[in-house]
Structure formats: C-alpha cells, structure tokens
C-alpha cells in the first residue's frame, strides 16, 4: 500500500463501514487520491456530468433508501456547484453526505489560487459543515457525518478534505467507526392520554400525513389508524403514496396554488392530525387559516413554530408506534360524510376526463391519465417542478410510498433526470419515468450520457410547450399578461439520439400511451417529446376560485 494513499484509502474504508453503495460525483486534481482508491472498492462511482447532478442523484437515493447518498467534487467550482442538491435535500428531509476537496492546510489560510471557505458557504444549507484538520480525525468525522445526515430530521452535511490530508500517511491501526444506528423511542403516554383527550370531544378530525411519515415506513399503521377511528387522510406532495389514494378514506394531496378540493376537508375539521408533517412541504396557513384548528403533532421530532401550526398536543417518537398506541387510547369511531367521497369523485371525474380528451397538443389532464395507465402501481415516476408538479401531484393517483417523487421544500428545477437515475439503482426492478417541463429538462439533461454510459435505463418524459408554464401560469393568473418566459427548444428526438438514447415524438393524443407503454418495456434510456397545451391551467384556477363549501 502507497504511504501517499493511505488516508484517501481510509476514506474508502469508512464508506464501505457505512454501507456505501454508490458515489455519484466528478474527480479533481486535488482528490485523485480518493477517486483512485474507490477503484479497487466494493463502491461504484458514478462519474457524472455537472456536480449538480451528483447532489440530486445521491438526493434521491438518500430518499428512496433512507441511506445517505454520497456526493464527491473537487474543491472551489466544483463544491459550490453541488450546493443546489444540498440544499434540496436538506429542505426536503433527506440524508446526503456531500465531500469534496480543498486546498492543503498550508495555504488556506491566506489568499491563494482556488481558495474559498466551503464550509462556511454550506453551513446554512446543511445540517453540520465541517473540514478534516487531519488525516487522524476522518474516522470520527465520517461517521458523524453519517450519523447526523440520518438522524430525524434528515438531511445533508458536508465535508471539507484539503488537498494533504487526503494524500497524507495514516497509523496502520486507525480504522473505521463501528456504525450505531439511533433507534426511535416510544411515545409519552402523557402525551398520548393527552391526545386522546382531545379526539374524545372532537367533531371532525382529519390526518394530514407528510413526508416524515413515508421515512418512517408508517403506512401501515396509518391506514390501520384512519380504519381503526374512521378518520379522513390527506397527505402532502411528498407524502404522496404514504397513505393509497384508492382508500375509501383518501382525500388526495393539498398543495395546489388554489383552494383545491382537498381543502375543503380541512374547512370543516376541527382538529387537525398530522403525521409525519414538516412546514415546509406545505404552508400551514392554507388549511388552518384562522389558527382554530386543534392540532395533534405526531412526529420523530417537535414541531416547527408558525402561527397557524398552533400545536396543541406534541407526539414525539416512532411513528407507527403512536399511532398505534393512541388508536388503542380512543374509546369512540368517527363517521365518515359525504365530503371525502365527494372529493375523490371530482378527482376521478378529472381523470376521466383526461383520458377522453384528444386536442393536439395534448391537456396535461390526458398526459397525467396515460403515465398512470402506462405505470404500474410500484413504479417510481418523478415529477419535476413547474407546471409538471401541478399537474401530477394533485391528480396523479399514488398507491405505494414514494412511488411519486417532488421537490417540495426547495422546489428546485432539474432534479427529475439525475434522479431518475438512482431510482433506477435503488429499485432495479421496477420502471421508472422522469416527466419534466421543457425548461427543467435542459437544467441537467446532459446526465442522459451518464445514463447511458452506465447502462442504467429510464424514460423522460418532455411536457413540451416552449416557456417556463407554471411561471406563466402565475403571471396569467395574478398580472392578467406574462413576459419573458418564453424560449426555443432543439428537436428533442435528435438531441436524444445523440446521446445515444431513444427518442420519441408524439404527434397526437393517441399516440401517447402506446409510445410510453413501448418505451417503458424497451428498457434503455429514451426521451418522449410531447407537446402539451397550458391553456387548461387557467381553466383550472377559474373552476377552483369558483367553487363554494360545504360539500
């Protein structure tokens, strides 16, 4: 073993203690060292195009996995360009180590070529900065940063390795860290005596699960909950499949710009039951507008403090477990009304509607009808932001957790193709679809190489329509005109093919499904263009503004 090697080789050594699977990243002069001693790991790297793409590939697969994904870049440009993903991932909840290089300890403290404090630059972005002061410490530092990425709540950190403590000499006897893994704690039974108190006097209740509870894996027992008490149960957009929107108790996702249907079942609670919740998949104020709602927290964590998230009870420990320990707790069942049956109707009415409208470009209703006929129920479709996210996350029906992916802390452009490519990796065996406006897509398309290159197959579907839609959308909406949005677009079945992927151009409606149905079982990489016509979002708002409750 080369002395120059030894500590990058240590680094190694602890990813694979950690269970590391993939690295997704781009080497630099200043970390060939470990790039180098990966090779002969048990560790795939996955050379990618933009380091960008890095931080959302190993976003989605700390998401799907619950295992910190691993992104690596060189210092300066190459580290500041991960901080998107890392960012993501720590507004949305999700475990990422992100290391890369800096200059050697013997010029970062003055002005020098390359030279600027990362760890300050990612300390608002993560939940722990730090930089390697020696080739001594890396044990103790990568397995905190392991340990903090994973821990409720999740999301990213980050690690400095200059230059010289990557290629420095190590004592043959430093190892890695045993890994401890922190075990959640059962509910009070204070706190669920308290809860229960406040179920026995309510009227209308309903569950509002979020993403905390698709980490958890509850899904089990919050449908057991919700049949158990007779309760209602609306997720949020990264909640979406955490509780199946075939459930006679589905209300659907909120988070829609506008009073969707689903919110009108929050108009007539009483008191609100959230599960898995965090505040920034979705602003509080849209469904406890006058802060009267009694609200019953169940989470790993406590609360965030916002003044229409007024908690009135706190439930902090495994999730599964307090709802099953406050289901026992509640001496009575809730009768479902009319208002939950309603709302899947006029959901299912929409989605009817969808696969029977054949205009040329398409509607995003008939788009959204024919990827859910296309895929199967534990398939993976990822949804990007703009337009797109609209349109899938209310009417796209989810059956499993985590089979319908946003970014909805963030909302960061451009994550669909890089992330599509670790679900991909992470569940091999099922199908997976990128469906992305033509904007996002072109923010990190250039990973269709990577795709293609590592043989990992997928399909992306283009929602064509030459603006930035959902923009457009909103400056309609509040400005009665928009401007500045538009843009062109290169011939996408080309700009596929030479990648060496497939491409695909719809030319009619009716031609949508059998070219995703075909795409999807040639399994290999492959584009799909379909021009898509916004003039229903409009229509959309227009019908929500005016509709009126009760249901």
Do not use: C
């Amino acid at each position: 073993m080369s002395a120059q090697a030894d500590a990058a080789r240590l680094i190694v050594q602890a990813l694979e203690a950690e269970g590391v699977e993939y690295v997704f990243g781009i080497p630099g002069e200043e970390n060939i060292h470990f790039v180098d001693a990966l090779k002969d790991s048990s560790i795939r790297y996955v050379l990618v195009r933009h380091e960008q793409g890095a931080a959302f590939m190993a976003e989605i697969y700390g998401r799907l996995t619950g295992k910190a994904g691993v992104a690596s870049a060189t210092l300066g440009p190459g580290a500041i360009n991960l901080q998107l993903g890392v960012a993501d991932a720590t507004t949305n909840s999700t475990p990422v180590v992100a290391i890369t290089a800096q200059v050697g300890l013997d010029r970062i403290y003055k002005e020098s070529h390359q030279v600027v404090d990362l760890v300050s630059l990612f300390r608002p972005i993560t939940k722990w900065s730090e930089l390697a002061p020696s080739a001594r410490a890396l044990p103790e530092l990568i397995r905190k940063a392991f340990k903090t990425a994973q821990t409720e709540r999740p999301g990213a950190v980050y690690l400095a390795i200059p230059e010289d403590v990557e290629s420095a000499p190590v004592p043959g006897d430093l190892r890695p860290l045993p890994v401890n893994v922190v075990r959640p704690q059962d509910p009070s039974p204070a706190q669920i005596a308290r809860a229960a108190d406040v179920l026995a006097t309510a009227r209308r209740p309903i569950v509002l699960a979020g993403h905390g509870a698709t980490r958890a894996g509850a899904s089990q027992a919050l449908v057991r909950f919700s049949e158990r008490l007779g309760l209602p149960v609306a997720t949020t957009f990264n909640g979406k499949g955490v509780f199946p929107d075939d459930h006679r108790h589905a209300l659907g996702a909120v988070g829609f710009m506008r009073h969707d249907y689903v919110n009108f079942g929050f108009d007539e609670a009483d008191v609100l039951i959230s599960v898995g919740y965090e505040l920034q998949e979705f602003d509080p104020v849209k469904i406890n507008p006058e802060r009267d709602k009694k609200i019953i927290h169940i989470h790993r964590f406590p609360a965030e403090v916002d003044d229409h998230y007024p908690v009135k009870v706190g439930v902090h420990g495994d999730i599964s477990r307090s709802l099953h320990v406050l289901a026992d707790a509640v001496h009575r069942r809730f009768e479902i009304n009319g208002t939950g049956e309603r709302i899947r109707r006029m959901l299912r009415e929409e989605l009817e509607q969808g696969r029977a409208e054949g205009g040329f470009p398409l509607s995003p209703r008939r788009v959204v009808a024919d990827i859910r006929a296309a895929m199967g129920r534990e398939d993976i479709v990822l949804a990007d932001t703009g337009a797109v996210k609209m349109w899938m996350a209310r009417m796209y029906p989810t059956y499993e957790p985590n089979t319908m992916l946003v970014s909805n802390g963030l909302s960061s452009m451009g994550f669909s193709v890089p992330g599509a490519l670790t679900a991909k990796l992470a569940y091999p065996r099922r199908r997976v679809l990128a469906a992305t406006g033509d904007g996002a897509f072109l923010m990190n398309s250039q990973e269709l190489e990577t795709a293609v290159r590592e043989r990992v197959p997928f399909v992306v579907l283009v929602w064509v329509d030459g603006a930035y839609g959902l923009i457009e959308w909103k400056m309609d909406l509040e400005l009665g005109r928009d401007s500045n949005v538009a843009f062109g677009n290169p011939d996408f079945v080309k700009y596929a093919e030479s990648f060496g992927a497939r491409g695909y151009r719809v030319t009619s409606a009716d031609e949508l499904l059998p070219t995703l149905r075909k795409a999807l079982a040639d399994d290999v990489v492959s584009v799909i263009a379909v021009p898509v016509d916004y003039s229903a979002n409009l229509q959309l708002t227009d019908k929500l503004g005016e509709l009126t409750g009760p249901f």
